[in-house]
């Protein structure tokens, strides 16, 4: 989970995360402000998560842009923590928060193994 950690902090300034951990999984938080579910691509593979985010924007009415300070996309790859399951993700975006569960690999506990004594 480190590398992930590690890699959320290496990101521009600009991009404003939390990221928060249960015993059943990882939940990022990312601001994509302007984003929607249709401007959004995400995928997991070979252990990395791919996000691709695009801002919707149009001037309002008449008027055209001066200066633009927002960005327009957001284009991350970040590894996915060791103990954490590719199946089951989850993604939610709302009102510009996307939120991204990432579930832990179940951990079975200590199995027992039966040995049968064929001497006997």
């Given amino acids: 989970m ?4 590690d890699a959320l902090r290496d990101l521009s300034e600009d991009v ?4 928060l951990e249960s015993e059943e999984a990882y939940l990022l938080v990312l601001d994509v402000p302007g984003v929607t579910a249709e401007s959004l691509d ?3 593979d070979d252990g990395r998560i791919s996000i691709d985010a ?10 055209r842009y001066l200066e633009e300070n927002r960005s ?3 284009d991350v790859d970040l590894p996915l923590p060791d103990d954490a399951s590719d199946a089951g993700v989850e993604a939610t ?3 510009g928060v996307l939120e991204l569960t990432l ?3 179940g951990s079975g506990g200590e199995t027992t193994i039966d040995i049968v004594d064929e001497d006997t």
């Fill in 16 to 19: 404003f995360f939390d990221l």
């Fill in 103 to 105: 579930p832990k690999r």
């Fill in 93 to 95: 975006v709302d009102r």
């Fill in 72 to 74: 327009l996309f957001l």
């Fill in 54 to 63: 695009h801002r919707e924007k149009e001037p309002v009415d008449d008027f």
């Fill in 42 to 44: 995400i995928a997991i």
């Fill in 2 to 5: 480190s590398a992930l950690r």
